[in-house]
T-cell receptor, first 111, second 115 residues
Framework: EDKVVQSPLSLVVHEGDTVTLNCSYE??????LLWYKQEKKAPTFLFML????IEKKSGRLSSILDKKELSSILNITATQTGDSAIYLC???????????FGTGTRLTIIP | DTEVTQTPKHLVMGMTNKKSLKCEQH?????MYWYKQKAKKPPELMFV???????INESVPSRFSPECPNSSLLNLHLHALQPEDSALYLC??????????????FGEGSRLTVL
């Protein structure tokens, strides 16, 4: 059975700190890894990673995939209170339309 | 227009009621999804439609009945639900159909309470 595990489950930091969120996966015929941010309602897309070692960047957020280690990290630098959310990692595989989600990391930024 | 629109936003129903959740997208996406999300848990896949055909049913109880009238619309018909079915129901769509997923675009969800 496909599995995605995230750590830590929750994290509380002060505004301005840098955080690293982790995601590991065990997925048959792995295709891609996606990161989402979920505040109150719908998850919003952050990154999709398919190639190992290539960093994707959007403002203060960046992410990279390591296919050898079956893992990915999401970095957020100079955190702001608006970064407080649940960050979900999800994996897809070739051959079907399933997106397997991890349990999420609840990030809280203290002003 | 890059939205997935879900209605209603909130729904309260009794265990004997019949109701429906609706989802609409106009991005030309060919795969549409229903996810169920309980508090403090990740979304759990329920159904996937690919090119208007049901391609995945994750062993969902028959009291949930999906319908895809056309490539832009996805419904979830609800009948004889239980209180434990109370959750946020998320609809999503993606460009890809059979063969793999691309990025999923989520609607804001329908918050369902079963009394």
């Amino acid at each position: 059975e496909d599995k995605v595990v995230q750590s830590p489950l929750s994290l509380v930091v002060h505004e301005g700190d840098t955080v690293t969120l982790n995601c590991s996966y065990e997925v048959t015929n792995f295709r891609s890894l996606l990161w989402y941010k979920q505040e109150k309602k719908a998850p919003t897309f952050l990154f999709m990673l398919t190639s190992s070692g290539i960093e994707k960047k959007s403002g203060r957020l960046s992410s990279i995939l390591d296919k050898k280690e079956l893992s990915s990290i999401l970095n957020i630098t100079a955190t702001q209170t608006g970064d407080s959310a649940i960050y979900l990692c999800a994996a897809t595989n070739f051959g079907n339309e399933k997106l397997t989600f991890g349990t999420g990391t609840r990030l809280t930024i203290i002003p | 227009d890059t939205e997935v629109t879900q209605t209603p936003k909130h729904l309260v129903m009794g265990m004997t009621n019949k109701k429906s959740l609706k989802c609409e997208q106009h991005m030309g996406h060919r795969a549409m999804y229903w996810y169920k999300q309980k508090a403090k848990k990740p979304p759990e896949l329920m159904f996937v439609y690919s090119y208007e055909k049901l391609s995945i049913n994750e062993s969902v109880p028959s009291r949930f009945s999906p319908e895809c009238p056309n490539s832009s619309l996805l419904n979830l018909h609800l009948h004889a639900l239980q209180p434990e079915d109370s959750a946020l129901y998320l609809c999503a769509s993606s460009r890809a159909g059979v063969g793999g997923t691309g990025e999923l675009f989520f609607g804001e969800g329908s918050r369902l309470t079963v009394l």
